[in-house]
């Protein structure tokens, strides 16, 4: 062992997916839609034998585990509002929300690996013009700064025997965006 990082790769003989998804648009009037979304889903292994997702656990029968990076629920939400400023450009106003279940990070469901949920909003305004060709908008990205896990690996540094590494999600972002269609 010379501390070096190890990579692995197995296979789950078979696993089940069950699950639905619904979602809806709804033009409330002329100017403001709604859409919503909703996603379950419940994986899990039938058959894996020998799992060995963090190199340590050789041998291991995951069967009858959660799938890896597969949450049970996920939903979002988003309104956008857009009104005729002129006869050139267009106003629009748009806010998204988002929500993703936790769910394990390896086939062990190691729950040291488990990642928490998080929600998320982003937000546009700006300006597009009629024809569809220029847009100027102002953006904001994870806007009330949520802090969420997007990966969870053992060993400190990555690989090394002992402690967790955790990757953390992108702070609050925020930009101008210019758009030219030619």
């Not at 709604?34 to 034998?49: H, M, N, P, V």
């Not at 041998?59 to 939400?77: E, I, R, V």
């Not at 990642?115 to 937000?123: C, F, W």
Request: hydrophobic fraction near 35%; include cysteine; aromatic fraction near 12%.
């Amino acid at each position: 062992d010379n501390g070096g990082i190890l990579f692995l790769t197995s296979n789950a003989a078979s696993s089940e997916v069950l699950g639905f998804e619904v979602e809806g648009t709804v033009k409330a009037t002329k100017n403001l839609e709604l859409r919503a979304a909703y996603g379950y889903s419940a994986g899990e292994y039938d058959e894996f034998t020998g799992c060995t997702p963090d190199g340590t656990a050789s041998g291991t029968d995951c069967s009858g585990n959660d799938l890896q990076k597969s949450p049970k629920n996920n939903f979002s939400a988003s309104v956008q509002y857009e009104s005729e400023v002129s006869s050139a450009w267009n106003f629009m106003l748009r806010a998204e929300y988002s929500y993703l279940d936790s769910n394990f990070n390896d086939a062990l469901n190691n729950p040291q690996r488990e990642m928490p949920s998080y929600e998320l909003v982003n937000a546009r305004a700006g300006f597009i013009s009629v024809d569809g060709r220029y847009r100027v908008m102002a953006w904001v990205r994870n806007a009330f700064e949520e802090d969420y896990i997007d990966g969870i690996n053992l060993g400190s540094p990555p690989g090394a025997a002992g402690g967790v590494y955790y990757s953390v999600n992108q702070p609050r972002t925020y930009g101008l965006e210019l758009r030219a269609k030619f």
